[in-house]
């Protein structure tokens, strides 16, 4: 199988118009002079403390994720058409969260099978009924987009509970601002640095209604053994909140709050990084050390938001995916402006019995996997694994879903052997409060293996600043 890729700077051999600055500049700039700066961009980095930990592997070492110096374009003619798609399919993923904890009129019209709903590990029987402040469910939405074309743009999956990653979309914009200040101020460029501010205000317009004063809003992490620890404190500060974990939180009267030096304070907002079920070990885990003892009473009283919602993990189920155009279709009333990837449930005997003929081309992947594990790149593969993974299918179908080798398109980097063209992906960061906010741009991500099409940092992926040009 032969994939024609798309170069976002030198389509059909010709520098695109909003790369011919960048080009310019790469002609001009000695590989030795950019192997400085790169040296530079590390010990800036590390000095910041911009680190992530990788789970099983000696302790969860922790280490940089490589930044790469060369900005990826997107004009904003394709932001414009992105943003649109954006903001309409969190629409819909909303619509949808509030409808199956409430009518589940989708579910009745038939449009998503309820086994996908009632038997998904996501769903929390405990919502059924809750109506959010704000009428919000996922708060942030990091939804993952590739390209293959110069039109074509695909949603490669929804990250609807805890999307992380928004720091280095913010730390990489301040590292090409103090490394190349020249290049950054010979573009029009959207900026990012007001995300902390737009989160910050989302959150606030999402306190519950009895809230009557200035909202508080926390930010609770699991503390620094998590491999995002520094994005929570860095947001954290950023918003100017207090950094808390489940021990500096109590619930008394119903009402939650937090311990500080001159006595307790009361909570109306809690920015969670934790997930569901080690909120609160009396309505979850009974045995979770992380999260705060009648937290969720709280929270179905209305006393407290939590962002995400509790049981959005649904709406980004790798087996519910391939359902949100029709969400787009049922609850909108629209076309889908951005286009799925063609997906197979291997949960149906059709599409189990077409992946397994087809392991050597095909992507396949955990219907609830994340961070780049338990997937057979086909292409790429070897003849024991695929075995392994036809093993896995046959054993527990419902749990993997597969999806053709996309080209996903290159942009150029500064790698070991020089300029050369990698894969990408991009992660836009979509806010919902009362209103839809979207940060021009997002966190590229970046396979930096040559041919390789994992982008993850904890698969050696790296990232890269986002640059929309504005009009």
Not at 132 to 161: K, M, S
Not at 434 to 454: K, N
């Amino acid at each position: 199988m032969i994939l024609v890729i798309f170069d976002e700077m030198t389509a059909n051999g010709s520098v695109r118009p909003s790369y011919a600055q960048i080009r310019a500049w790469l002609d001009a700039m000695p590989i030795e002079a950019l192997d400085v700066k790169r040296r530079e961009a590390e010990l800036l980095f590390r000095r910041i403390g911009i680190t992530f930990a990788v789970y099983g592997e000696g302790g969860d070492p922790e280490r940089l994720i490589p930044f790469d110096l060369i900005p990826r374009i997107i004009a904003a003619e394709e932001w414009a058409r992105m943003s649109r798609g954006l903001t309409q399919r969190v629409r819909a993923l909303n619509a949808f969260l509030a409808d199956i904890y409430g009518n589940g009129e989708i579910l009745r019209a038939g449009k998503v099978p309820e086994e996908l709903v009632f038997k998904n590990e996501s769903w929390r029987p405990e919502m059924q009924g809750m109506q959010p402040a704000a009428g919000a469910w996922t708060h942030v939405a990091g939804i993952d987009i590739v390209r293959v074309d110069a039109d074509q743009f695909y949603v490669l999956e929804d990250n609807c509970r805890t999307p992380s990653g928004v720091s280095y979309m913010l730390e990489n914009r301040e590292a090409m601002l103090r490394l190349f200040p020249d290049l950054v101020s010979s573009h029009r460029i959207a900026p990012v640095a007001r995300y902390p501010e737009e989160l910050l205000e989302t959150l606030k317009s999402a306190a519950p209604p009895a809230c009557r004063s200035d909202p508080t809003v926390v930010l609770l992490t699991p503390g620094p053994l998590n491999s995002a620890y520094y994005e929570h404190s860095f947001l954290a500060d950023e918003m100017g909140v207090e950094l808390v974990e489940g021990a500096d939180l109590f619930v008394d009267d119903g009402l939650v709050w937090m311990r500080t030096t001159e006595g307790p304070k009361r909570v109306d907002v809690i920015y969670r990084r934790i997930d569901d079920e080690y909120l609160d070990p009396l309505s979850f885990k009974p045995d979770s050390m992380l999260g705060v003892a009648g937290l969720f009473a709280a929270y179905r009283a209305g006393a407290v938001t939590i962002a995400n919602a509790v049981g959005t993990g649904i709406a980004d189920d790798k087996a519910v995916y391939p359902y949100v155009p029709e969400m787009i279709r049922f609850y909108l009333g629209e076309e889908p402006l951005l286009q799925n990837v063609p997906t197979y449930l291997c949960g149906r005997p059709d599409d189990r019995a077409y992946v397994l003929d087809r392991l050597h081309e095909l992507v396949v992947k955990e219907a609830r996997g994340s961070g780049g594990y338990g997937m057979l790149i086909g292409p790429h593969s070897t003849a024991a694994q695929r075995d392994k993974f036809t093993a896995l299918i046959k054993a527990r179908p419902e749990d993997y879903v597969a999806q053709p080798t996309l080209a996903l398109s290159t942009v150029p980097c500064f790698v070991e052997s020089g300029i050369a063209p990698r894969h990408v992906d991009l992660r836009p960061f979509v806010l919902v409060g009362r209103d839809i906010r979207i940060i021009p741009g997002g966190l590229t991500r970046v396979a930096m293996r040559e041919g390789s099409l994992v982008v993850n940092s904890s698969q050696g992926g790296g990232t890269k600043d986002t640059w929309v040009l504005e009009s």
